[in-house]
């Protein structure tokens, strides 16, 4: 991966880190987040936990993201509890996003992430996960629509949230931004992945459709 990757002139000038991925290479479980949170940024590690004695409260609101889903993986026995949160140990997960760079001031444009996407192809081929877990609207498009037989606007986070669809194979199991979950949503989105990593979700390993 490129470390001093130049081919978003914008958002090269706002970045402090070209942000890859993180965690076990050999996982079953691979998040998807939208772009790098001011955290992740500084530290280069997607999904970081920063620190929660931010001024900013617009930084400090997008880092709680970070923190929320790792708090959702060490209820899974995914992420060790007590490990550093800007570098959090992982078991069978690997988190990146659909961008590398973060501009503070907005989202990607799609012509960013369609720059991007040759990265995050190289991560999915290399990590060969059974299960691709969306985080947020954005991801879920992109992600449904490279990997599923139905038209990405037929999808809805919402809706989606906590169920599994399979797609070209992988299954995908969509999660709101868990900064927007409510204890209930977070709830069935857990007691759901606990069900699917407790099932034969390895069955179709290597039988890719592409």
């Known amino acids: 991966m490129d470390e001093q990757c130049r081919n978003c002139p914008a958002l090269c000038e706002t970045r402090t880190s070209v942000v890859h991925g993180y965690g076990d290479v050999g996982a079953d479980f691979l ?12 530290v280069g590690i997607p999904f970081a936990g920063g620190s929660d004695g931010r001024n900013d409260d617009r ?20 992420c060790v509890t007590g490990s550093d ?32 996407e040759p990265y995050l192809n190289a991560e ?16 879920l498009f992109e992600l449904a629509t490279e990997y599923t037989t139905r038209p990405a606007s037929e ?7 906590a169920t599994t669809i399979r797609g070209r194979g992988f299954e995908l199991v969509p999660m709101i ?34």
């Open 31 to 42: 998040f998807v987040g939208e772009r790098p949170s001011p955290a992740a940024d500084e």
């Open 59 to 78: 930084d400090a609101d997008e880092d709680r993201l970070g923190r929320r889903l790792q708090r959702i993986l060490q209820r899974l026995g995914l």
């Open 85 to 116: 949160p800007n570098r959090p140990e992982l078991a069978n997960v690997y988190l990146t996003n659909l961008t590398r760079c973060r501009d503070p001031e907005r989202p990607p444009t799609d012509e960013e992430i369609g720059t991007c």
């Open 124 to 139: 999915i081929r290399m990590i060969n996960p059974q299960i691709l877990i969306p985080v947020g609207e954005r991801a």
């Open 155 to 161: 999808f809805d986070i919402a809706a989606d949230h």
């Open 177 to 210: 931004d868990p900064r927007e979950q409510t204890d209930d949503q977070t709830q069935a989105w857990v007691e759901h992945f606990a069900q699917l990593m407790a099932s034969d979700y390895r069955q179709t390993k290597g039988r890719r459709e592409r």
